[in-house]
């Protein structure tokens, strides 16, 4: 009898809490917070967290607090399958935010598309969303657009033949794939095509064999720490040739690690990299300046164009829900497809049924290297 | 009345069967279904490579490579060059049991430390080669497209199917194993492993044997692969690399050496405890690193050895119980 | 066609001498105890990073280095103490799967303590580099160079003038004998682990400043190691040093002849060859055999 009455008064309980608290909605994301990767999926999973604190200070979405399910998928393809059918059998998610790499994102796409659960991609590789699959949309700016922000520069500066060194890992082969092809069609003749491994600790040999193919700029495709040592190994080598960096390096971090090597370095990079030096009038300083502040307050680290791959997926989420006024899958996905000029860290992204990468040419600039701090050399 | 060996290992394995086909009912969410389907692919693997570690006693630290070899033998056969599923099967499963076959001659002439380097060196010159002939294997950003498996008309689509599947496909394998253990050549392997002159003059020829095993556990871990491929429809050489071979051997030692339960067990074991662990969210790899450390110090012959010995306990106890 | 041989010799020494170093560290602790070691990398991230970290604290370079140095010998030794000494008996693979487990733990903890980014050590004497018969060398790769010969030197001279270093000889020749005469191959072993995580420590921190350290670096590097020790002939230190060399010149001439991506595969054909001619090593003693 007593029991009864307990399980009574547990289901009124139960019932009023209920009714105070909005059920939350549930996102998830999958990202490479340790592994290889870390160094995108970390600050990406902190901007996460800290954006989702904003929205939900903020009222949330729909009247409801908003709700990640972050997993860490340790940049291995296996887990990172795991993660995502957790996401959806387990979790039962709105949309998923990630994955943090290429090769997980092709690798989970399929699953979510089966399970009609929209999935934002925090990574940059172009098959991802060509075919456009109808459930699947990404954030980062794809590699053609940072090559063509480099080639621009160099034609400006009248140069002839180029020698491209890439990283042997997904970063660097997709960089290496639209170097080779952009390359030559843009007028220019590629003279060396070296590559590095994502661990080795001594480029010496690779440029020194580039150096032998005489070319008037070196373009190197790589992160952390390998593009480093090429800048030392360039320095020591007394090389004078003017050498390109991807956006893959554009954070502090860099020139923290390549010391007075960094000095004259030229990149593509994303506004966020020098926010504070762009010019009063651009539209997006005020949100890009805002987030690094609130970033560098509260993890006490630099910002970098990864964590705003966090804040793109999340917000535009979170936009597609409060558009849609319904957090069903299938609405979240007719949401996204519709958003138009939604301002965002990598940029201005407006979606259509045919592209779903969102992102016009505009997302890099072109970031030189003086004294240890960025300058603008070309918007 | 007692079975023959071969009986009797046919009535362990058809027991284990009816375990594994049942498990998937007893599951709270089809989530964790796709762990027990990466754990059956690598308790196949891990059954094979005891056969040749635990055994024969040789080490191998390059077996991802003959996972990576079937896999992509068959993503490229299906997905590329279009031929039907089961041809690329046949394909991957023959091109890792040729190269082992080709690799082991010279090979197994080495002993201890410089056979364990002779197959790491193999395993990765393998999975550089994954990496760099991009325009065969796609290169580091991974093969996409691969056909999910289909055999005699009937496409494994869902979890639950592919599930089953596996269930057959180990279960054979354990079974296989079982019975090979008990025959001449596991008593051959077994000589050779304690005493490789005593065996020889007893009239094994070494060689032969050895050769045997590692290809039949290139083999194994070949079929896990193209099994592999078709399920994920995804492959990327860094699921192939130094890391997976060294996982594969912890498999073997923490299942318990020369057993192949043991194996299904460190292997299923193995691959569930990252996943259970996601609770401890950043510290998890510390916990497992200590996980590994301590059951390798508290249980020498691995969790083989540590059931039996646990349900030798039992049984003394009963006895005591039933005596009192 | 050979325009850059001189350059390519100079980063394959600079790499080998650590190469080198990072096998000696294995040879250590395999002749005392029989076991690979398969934290030996993370002993060599260790040194790294505990020199960036306590440089980062304020510590003037040298003290932070030799500091970093000594804290994982403490490290190696207590390694030992706790996890391999307690199973002695149990069969060597046992071992291994345990350093397998402490490598992993160590990776985690300092992956916890310094975080997930890179970090450079700066060079002990400027970057200038030195213009030498076509190649320009760094001061460090002189740095490592000396270095690595001064830790053989220093070997050669415990092996052959004092007590413990004999003990530990004759440890690596005849474990029972050893203890009948008096030695304690515990105490050898221990200390095998502690000069073990020294020498590897030394090799992190030179190489810091030429290579970068991260938490993630001993694996990679830890196989590089063995791999010069097995080339040598597993069981002699100087053959891992000499192993050590010519796996780095092979890699390098490797990335400048061949094709950069096959570097490491190239290194390792030879390697594989070598064994198939000679299964000891380029300087083990044949038909040795500890398993």
Redesign the interface.
């Known amino acids: 009898m007593r029991v009864k009455a307990i399980l009574t008064a547990l289901c009124a309980l139960c019932a009023a809490t209920c009714a105070f608290a909005a059920e939350p909605v549930r996102l998830g994301a999958v990202l490479s917070v340790?592994g290889?990767a870390?160094?995108l999926g970390?600050p990406e999973k902190n901007t996460i967290l800290m954006e989702v604190d904003k929205i939900n200070a903020a009222g949330g979405v729909l009247g409801r607090p908003v709700e990640v399910v972050i997993l860490d998928d340790e940049t291995d393809v296996n887990k990172a399958v795991l993660a995502v059918d957790r996401l959806i059998k387990k979790e039962n998610v709105a949309a998923i935010l990630g994955p943090t790499t290429s090769g997980n994102s092709l690798a989970v796409m399929g699953k979510a598309a089966a399970a009609k659960i929209p999935l934002i991609s925090c990574s940059a590789a172009e098959k991802i969303t060509k075919p456009v699959n109808p459930y699947i949309f990404k954030v980062a700016p794809s590699d053609r657009l940072a090559v063509a922000r480099i080639l621009t520069h160099a034609k400006a500066k009248g140069y002839k033949k180029l020698a491209i060194l890439t990283v042997?890992d997904g970063f660097g082969q997709a960089g290496r794939e639209v170097l080779k092809e952009l390359v030559p069609a843009e007028g220019f003749e590629l003279v060396a095509d070296?590559?590095?491994?994502p661990?080795d600790?001594?480029m010496?040999?690779?440029l020194?064999?580039i150096q032998?193919a005489s070319p008037d700029a070196v373009i190197c495709w790589g992160t952390?720490?390998g593009p480093?040592?090429v800048a030392?190994n360039r320095?020591?080598?007394?090389i004078k040739t003017p050498l390109y960096m991807s956006h893959g390096v554009a954070s502090k971090?860099f020139i923290?690690?390549a010391?007075?090597?960094a000095e004259g370095l030229l990149l593509p990079a994303g506004k966020i990299t020098a926010a504070d030096k762009l010019p009063d009038t651009d539209k997006e300083k005020a949100l890009l300046v805002g987030y690094a502040k609130a970033y560098d307050e509260r993890f006490k680290a630099p910002v970098s164009t990864f964590g705003g791959h966090g804040y793109d997926s999340l917000h535009l989420a979170v936009k597609a829900i409060a558009n849609a006024g319904s957090d069903k899958p299938e609405a979240i996905r007719d949401a996204l497809e519709k958003i138009q000029n939604f301002p965002g860290i990598g940029g201005i992204f407006s979606f259509t049924p045919e592209d779903h990468a969102g992102l016009g040419p505009d997302a890099f600039i072109m970031l030189g290297i003086d004294k240890g701090d960025w300058v603008i050399v070309g918007q | 009345m007692k079975l023959p060996v071969i009986g009797q290992n046919a009535a362990q394995a058809a027991l284990f069967l009816l375990l594994l086909l049942a498990v998937p009912y007893t599951l709270p969410n089809e989530y964790y279904l796709s762990i027990c389907i990466l754990g059956a692919l690598n308790a196949v693997i891990a059954v094979g490579l005891n056969l040749l570690?635990g055994y024969a006693?040789q080490?191998s630290l390059g077996h991802a490579a003959f996972y990576g070899l079937g896999a992509y033998a068959t993503a490229i056969a299906t997905a590329r060059f279009g031929l039907p599923i089961p041809a690329g099967m046949a394909i991957g499963v023959s091109l890792a049991t040729v190269v082992a076959w080709v690799v082991a001659a010279?090979?197994l002439?080495?002993?201890?430390?410089?056979l364990?380097?002779?197959t790491?060196?193999?395993g990765?010159?393998v999975s550089?080669?994954f990496?760099?002939a991009v325009d065969l294997t796609g290169g580091p950003s991974g093969y996409v497209g691969i056909p999910r498996l289909a055999l005699f008309g009937y496409e494994f689509a869902s979890d639950h199917s592919y599930y089953n599947l596996m269930a057959v496909v180990l279960t054979f394998v354990v079974l296989l194993s079982l019975n090979l253990m008990k025959s001449r050549t596991g008593r051959a392997l077994r000589a050779l492993h304690v005493s490789e002159k005593a065996a020889a003059s007893l009239g094994v020829d070494i060689a032969a044997h050895k050769r045997f095993v590692f290809v039949l556990s290139a083999a194994l871990a070949g079929l896990a692969g193209v099994l592999y491929a078709h399920y994920l429809s995804f492959i990327a050489p860094a699921s192939f690399g130094?890391?997976f071979s060294?996982q594969l051997?912890?498999m073997v030692?923490?299942g318990g050496?020369a057993s192949v339960w043991g194996s299904v067990a460190g292997a299923l074991f193995l691959t569930a405890l990252p996943e259970a662990l996601r609770e401890f969210e950043?510290?998890d790899?510390?916990v497992?690193?200590?996980i590994?450390?301590l059951t390798?110090?508290f249980l020498?012959d691995g969790l083989a050895g540590g059931l039996s010995r646990l349900s030798r306990r039992l049984r003394r106890l009963r006895r005591q119980g039933d005596a009192s | 066609m050979f325009?850059?041989a001189p350059?390519?010799l100079?980063?394959?020494l600079?790499?080998g001498a650590a190469y080198g170093l990072i096998g000696l560290g294995f040879t250590m602790i395999?002749n005392t105890t029989g076991i690979?070691n398969?934290a030996q990398g993370e002993f060599v991230m260790l040194g790294g990073m505990l020199s960036v970290c306590l440089l980062g604290a304020g510590l003037p370079l040298p003290l932070a280095i030799v500091l970093a140095c000594l804290a994982t010998a403490a490290i190696g030794g207590l390694m030992e103490r706790l996890?391999i000494r307690?199973?002695a008996g149990?069969?060597a693979?046992?071992a291994v799967?345990?350093t397998?487990?402490?490598?992993?733990?160590l990776?985690?903890?300092a992956?916890?303590a310094f975080g997930?980014?890179?970090?450079?050590l700066p060079a002990f004497s400027g970057?200038a580099?030195i213009?030498a018969l076509g190649a320009?060398i760094?001061p460090q790769s002189l740095w490592v160079l000396a270095v690595t010969l001064a830790l053989l030197a220093a070997l050669k001279l415990f092996f052959t003038a004092t007590i413990q270093g004999k003990a530990m000889l004759a440890c690596s020749c005849q474990k029972k004998a050893a203890s009948l005469v008096g030695i304690s191959v515990a105490r050898m072993a221990l200390l095998s682990f502690a000069i073990s995580g020294l020498i590897g420590a030394t090799a992190g921190a030179i190489?810091a400043p030429?290579?970068?350290t991260?938490y993630?670096?001993g694996?990679?590097l830890g196989?590089k190691g063995?791999?010069a020790c097995?080339l040598g002939g597993?069981g002699n230190p100087f053959g891992a040093a000499a192993g050590g060399l010519v796996l780095g010149v092979l890699e390098?001439?490797g990335?400048?002849f061949i094709?950069?991506?096959?570097?490491?595969?190239f290194a390792?054909?030879v390697?594989?060859l070598l064994?198939?001619v000679k299964?000891?090593?380029l300087f083990g003693k044949a038909g040795v055999?500890?398993?």
Do not use: C, W
């Open positions: 340790t290889p870390s160094f970390e042997s070296e590559v590095f491994g661990k600790t001594d010496t040999a690779q020194t064999k032998g952390n720490p480093a040592v030392k320095v020591q080598l007394g971090k923290e690690l010391g007075e090597a | 570690m006693g080490v010279p090979t002439k080495l002993k201890g430390h410089y364990a380097m002779a790491l060196g193999f990765i010159i550089i080669v990496n760099e130094f890391g060294v051997v912890v030692v923490l050496m950043d510290i790899i510390l497992y690193g200590a590994l450390v390798i110090m020498p | 325009a850059g350059q390519y100079v980063s394959g600079t790499q395999f690979i398969f996890a307690p199973i149990a069969p693979v046992n799967i345990i397998i487990g402490v490598s992993i733990l990776r985690g903890g992956m916890l997930k980014d890179t970090h450079a970057t580099p213009l320009a760094q190489l030429i290579t970068m991260a993630d670096v694996m990679m196989l063995f791999a097995i597993l390098s001439f990335a400048g094709a950069s991506g096959y570097k490491d595969a390792f054909v390697l594989l064994l198939f299964p000891s090593g055999e500890r398993v």
